[in-house]
């Protein structure tokens, strides 16, 4: 009886340990602009007008990586800019990244757990010039969480991602440029 209670404790230990994250911190290399002042010529914010061409709902299933999934729809829909509108579902596992600093050169935290399941509360970014760049927030009983959505993010039941494709002609070139600034 003993034995088997030590047992027991013992396989739940390892299970929580199975299903705990994995935290990964790397940080950007530096380079010249990352100690340059913000430049009068670029504007605090600027707009950008363009024109939704259609509407492209993707699903996918069971095991999918979800990242993967993006870029091939993106690809086989020959989309070059969209923007990413909704996404909901579930994952069996995550890999995500965030911002883990304020200063330059920029750090980020990689989160990565291969044994825990999450909802997608939420799927929104864009794809400019063909590059998915999404970002993507779960959640569980506890806490919802998340940043940029990395490959090694496994679909549960299904997942369900919306764009709007944008006209090609728009300008996206410093969009998502940090040194744009």
Do not use: C
Not at 16 to 25: G, H, I, M, P, S
């Amino acid at each position: 009886m003993k034995r088997t209670l030590v047992a027991l404790i013992l396989l739940a230990g390892a299970a929580r340990l199975a299903a705990q994250d994995v935290r990964t911190e790397t940080t950007s290399p530096a380079n010249a602009a990352d100690a340059q002042p913000n430049s009068d010529r670029v504007p605090p914010g600027y707009a950008i007008a363009t024109t939704l061409q259609r509407v492209v709902v993707l699903r996918f299933k069971y095991q999918a990586d979800l990242l993967a999934g993006l870029e091939a729809a993106v690809r086989e829909q020959k989309i070059r800019h969209a923007v990413i509108l909704a996404g909901i579902g579930s994952v069996r596992s995550y890999h995500y990244h965030a911002v883990s600093n304020r200063e330059f050169p920029s750090k980020n935290i990689f989160v990565r757990n291969a044994a825990k399941p999450a909802d997608i509360a939420s799927v929104n970014g864009y794809v400019i010039d063909g590059r998915v760049h999404a970002h993507v927030v779960f959640s569980d009983e506890h806490q919802a969480f998340g940043g940029h959505l990395e490959s090694g993010t496994s679909v549960f039941t299904f997942a369900i991602v919306t764009l709007g494709v944008l006209d090609d002609a728009t300008k996206f070139e410093h969009l998502d440029d940090k040194n744009y600034r």
